[in-house]
T-cell receptor, first 112, second 113 residues
Framework: DSGVTQTPKHLITATGQRVTLRCSPR?????VYWYQQSLDQGLQFLIQ???????AKGNILERFSAQQFPDLHSELNLSSLELGDSALYFC???????????FGEGSRLTVL | KNQVEQSPQSLIILEGKNCTLQ??????????LRWYKQDTGRGPVSLTI?????NTKSNGRYTATLDADTKQSSLHITASQLSDSASYIC????????????FGTGTQLKVEL
């Protein structure tokens, strides 16, 4: 158990819809990272938050947005969903000093 | 541009055999390099970390090496087991604030009977 909690574990929705993925970081971690992993692909960095503020942005589509709340949990919002958005979405939190990331179990999104 | 390249892309070995996975990087300035293991459908888990001054580090049947001069790392798995079947991801961290990480695309290892 990494200490990072993601919900929901599975989500099936239709094209054009909007979903919200939720992440609670490990106790004490201020940073939250979001990654997308499509089938048989590597992890693609989407966005990083540190203590409520956006710290770094990767290949995140304009249809996607995220935020980190005062209690440090984070939400990733995916809108106008397309078939190609079907993927595993991982949240990670980590020690900024060591660089180690602790990943949640992921949210598997299926867009039909 | 900072890059991390891993080889081979995939590998199939028989149970009990050894294997070595490679990671070449161009990330600079270098802070550390981690190897993660990702079981199918699960989140990656850190196996080992290599810093600039470390050449070799072992974690059970896993041994990582680092050559900071040539910017190469390897992960050697000894006496493979079926449970070693996973994706192995090399991640390099830059120095400085912000925890900037560059991920490799991983090596998919399958261990068969």
């Amino acid at each position: 158990d990494s200490g990072v909690t993601q919900t929901p574990k599975h989500l099936i929705t239709a094209t054009g819809q909007r979903v919200t993925l939720r992440c609670s970081p490990r106790s004490g971690d201020l940073s939250v990272y979001w990654y997308q992993q499509s089938l048989d692909q590597g992890l693609q960095f989407l966005i990083q938050y540190y203590n409520g503020e956006e710290r770094a942005k990767g290949n995140i589509l304009e249809r996607f947005s995220a935020q980190q709340f005062p209690d440090l949990h984070s939400e990733l919002n995916l809108s106008s969903l397309e078939l190609g958005d079907s993927a595993l979405y991982f949240c990670a939190s980590g020690g900024v000093n060591t660089g180690e990331l602790f990943f949640g179990e992921g949210s598997r999104l299926t867009v039909l | 541009k900072n890059q991390v390249e891993q080889s081979p892309q995939s590998l199939i070995i028989l149970e009990g055999k050894n294997c070595t996975l490679q990671c070449n990087y161009t990330v600079s300035p270098f802070s550390n390099l981690r190897w993660y293991k990702q079981d199918t459908g699960r989140g990656p888990v850190s196996l080992t970390i290599m810093t600039f001054s470390e050449n070799t580090k072992s974690n059970g049947r896993y041994t990582a090496t680092l050559d900071a001069d040539t910017k190469q790392s390897s992960l050697h798995i000894t006496a493979s087991q079926l449970s070693d079947s996973a994706s192995y991801i090399c991640v390099v961290r830059e120095t400085g604030g912000g925890n900037k990480l560059t991920f490799g695309t991983g090596t998919q290892l399958k261990v068969e009977l």
